[in-house]
């Protein structure tokens, strides 16, 4: 999916006023301004292929998403940011998550170290990188577990959000035949140590997998075609 200038705009005005809600203590300006209601905690993405809900303390930000029958994406936020409601929730660890979906028509075999070597590759740390350019891009680790590629890299791109640090998280796997790739980024006011960011994907991805029961048990050899729709 290729998100146009118009849909970063909406995301970032969104991330922009949570940093206002964190700063004021909790909600007082809210992403999609629906007072005194409480935020959505899941959404469908992909033609209602995939179930996306974030750990405690996270919901949807309607504003922002963006889905069809092969793909989506959405931002989370702070519960009480996002509905205007105090009494809403509010997470231990104020970031910002987004779930990027994308659908893999082609279903064969095919280990998570075929995603690692594409996100080590120049073409797989371009479609990475918010310029699109694999020179704004350094990767600082990535791991493999249980069908599950995490990445914690860092992101100069110029057009980046800059509320948000330039180091991040992204988890990818597969849930049956879509490709699921989650982020987690810390605001430059409320900053947190690397492991707690990567904690909190790990909490991401659980909450993914036990929305989404059904899940194919092996990596999908489709999966490299499918980055370029996600990332754009």
Known sequence: MTFDVAIMRTITASILILVLAGCSGGAGGGFTGFS??????????????????GPTGFCIDRSTKVSNSQSGFVVLGACAAISNNPRDAMPPIRAVLTASVSHVADVTLAAPAHLKQFITS?????????????DHIKILETQMVDGVVLVHMRDTSPNRANVLVDKYWRGMFVVDDHLVSLTVTALHTHP???RT????????????QHANPVKAENEQSGILAAFGDIFG
């Open 36 to 53: 005194g209601m409480k935020a959505p905690r899941t959404t469908r993405l992909a033609g209602f292929g995939v179930t996306i809900e």
């Open 122 to 134: 120049s073409a797989g740390q371009a479609s990475l990188a918010q310029s699109g350019s694999a």
């Open 197 to 208: 960011g990567k904690r909190l994907l790990r909490e991401f991805i659980s909450q993914i």
């Open 192 to 194: 947190f140590a690397d």
